[in-house]
């Protein structure tokens, strides 16, 4: 079992830039395959970015692809998502999530963290 804790996020004018940290407990952190959704008002959770459980592969959503980057730090038990080139339309409760698999549904996730709060105003 993991825990899961999101920071990071913050008010930030569009073209801004945040960095999103996910940190995780557990021994079998380096495991799992990583996720990262997001939830805007009214909207349904939907897929950002996603990372294997190495690092060496990554999957972005179209509206984000080319701005974020989703990275990891096994020994730190820390998931990263740098979000560069931020819109209003960013604007969204962050999560992230453990799972096996690198897939961008919800139900391929066990854990979720309680998501962090990103706006970014124009």
């Known amino acids: 079992q993991v825990q899961l804790v999101e920071s990071g996020g913050g008010l930030v004018q569009a073209g801004g830039s945040l960095r999103l940290s996910c940190a995780a407990s557990?021994?079998?952190?380096?495991?799992?395959?990583m996720g990262w959704f997001r939830q805007g008002p009214g909207k349904e959770r939907e897929f950002v970015a996603a990372?294997?459980?190495?690092?060496?592969?990554?999957y972005y959503a179209d509206s984000v692809k080319g701005r974020f980057t989703i990275s990891r730090d096994n020994a730190k038990n820390t998931v990263y998502l740098q979000m560069n080139s931020l819109k209003p339309e960013d604007t969204a409760v962050y999560y992230c999530?453990?799972?096996?698999?690198?897939?961008?549904?919800?139900?391929?996730?066990?854990?979720w963290g309680q998501g962090t709060q990103v706006t970014v105003s124009s």
């Open positions: 999530a453990a799972g096996y698999g690198v897939v961008t549904t919800r139900k391929g996730y066990d854990y």
């Open positions: 557990g021994r079998t952190f380096s495991s799992y395959d």
């Open positions: 990372i294997s459980w190495s690092g060496g592969s990554t």
